[in-house]
């Protein structure tokens, strides 16, 4: 069995990262991606012509030396490819009512547009180790 996700998309804002008590490095970013939007099963066109879109967004967790380094070389509107593992999460609110969320832990990321850059003037692929 497997779980594996590929996605294709921009990055929807700026990562955010954070560090746990345990000093686990945790980088989350928001990644957009498109497909073509449908009517009664149909693709359509907009108001310009061009083929209907509907984006969705995609909740990405990444770690420790992944995460550093998205934190580091990605901005908002930067084209990534993600791969990874959906991550169902199940807990209950202060008002005792149960939530329940999904995001994509990553286990590569690759950048197929420029971000921020280094002093080596580019962004290598990631994966983590």
């Known amino acids: 069995m497997t779980n594996l996700v590929i996605l294709v998309g921009r990055i929807a804002r700026d990562p955010e990262t954070r560090t746990t008590q345990g000093g686990t490095n945790i980088t989350s970013i928001s990644v957009v991606t498109d497909r073509p939007a449908r009517k009664d099963g149909k693709t359509y066109k907009d108001e310009n012509g061009y083929t209907a879109k509907e984006s969705e967004f995609h909740r990405v967790t990444c770690f420790n030396g992944l995460g550093e380094n998205v934190a580091k070389y990605c901005t908002k509107g930067q084209l990534v490819t993600v791969e990874g593992r959906i991550h169902y999460t199940q807990w209950e609110d202060q008002?005792?009512?149960?939530?329940?969320?999904?995001?994509?832990?990553?286990?590569?990321?690759?950048?197929?547009?420029?971000?921020?850059?280094?002093?080596n003037d580019g962004a290598p692929d990631i994966d983590e180790d």
């Open 95 to 119: 008002s005792g009512t149960k939530r329940y969320g999904c995001e994509i832990i990553a286990d590569k990321v690759d950048f197929l547009t420029k971000g921020r850059t280094s002093s």
